[in-house]
């Protein structure tokens, strides 16, 4: 999921200043779960604009956010509400306030969170960072761990010389990743193939933006 932080309030304002009124759009899925765009955090916010004097024409949790022709589709029942307002609050990520950008192309279209990374929810609004979307995944090799996320350097081969005790050199909080593949490997009965693998040097071109993906196979003639 899209991992997201609210923007520090002053600054939302700041940013809103100019426009006296609002539709707002959150977004059922990953919004939801970080706490930053769910029906409560649209209702509070719809509060806090009403209590500095801004109109709030209307406001909807749409299911998913990045998901464009869905959302066009949800938003068709309020457009009396979005055509009255002069500015659109998107309690999303960004590729779900690009989705109103696209929709929306003659209104202003402003975000309300900080989208921070890919991550998994570990307790209950705790998340980590474990995929960083390189494009040529690698899990395969290391167990199913990531080290080009979860090492601080990013290393294919490591561990680096600064592991100590099984901790990283960058924080003495985060296990060293080339730690955890090891015993990890060790764990599943791969220890000989790690000890016999080295990881090429990345292709980043995979990684090159921004991508786009078709993941409908074209039909044969
Ligand atoms: S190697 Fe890591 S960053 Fe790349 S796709 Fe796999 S999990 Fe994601
Ligand atoms: S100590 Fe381990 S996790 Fe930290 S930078 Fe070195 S190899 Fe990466």
Redesign the pocket.
């Known amino acids: 999921m899209i991992i997201t932080k609210k923007k520090n309030s002053q600054e939302l304002m700041e940013n809103i200043k100019n426009y006296k009124s609002f539709f707002l759009i959150g977004c059922s899925e990953c919004a939801t779960l970080c706490g930053t765009g769910g029906e409560e955090q649209v209702k509070e916010l719809s509060e806090t604009l009403k209590a500095e004097g801004k109109e709030v024409t209307g406001g909807v949790v749409v299911k998913t956010g990045c998901q464009v022709l869905g959302t066009k589709k949800e938003l068709k029942a309020h457009k009396d509400a979005i055509d009255r307002a002069e500015c659109i609050l998107v309690l999303s990520c960004g590729a779900g306030t690009q989705t109103a950008v696209e929709l929306f192309e003659d209104k202003p279209v402003y975000p309300t969170n900080d989208s921070m990374f890919l991550g998994n929810m570990t307790r209950f609004q705790m998340f980590d960072e474990r995929c960083s979307l390189c494009g040529k995944c690698i899990l395969d090799k290391t167990g199913g761990i990531c080290p080009i996320t979860t090492?601080?350097?990013g290393?294919l081969n490591?561990?680096?010389g600064?592991?100590k005790d099984g901790h990283?050199?960058?924080s003495e909080e985060?296990p060293?990743?080339?730690v955890r593949i090891y015993e990890r490997m060790k764990r599943i009965d791969r220890l000989q193939e790690f000890c016999e693998t080295t990881i090429e040097a990345k292709d980043w071109s995979q990684a090159q933006k921004p991508r786009t993906l078709y993941a409908r196979e074209k039909k044969q003639k």
Do not use: D, N, S, T
């Open positions: 090492c601080p350097k290393l490591g561990p680096c600064g592991m990283c050199e960058v985060i060293c990743a080339w």
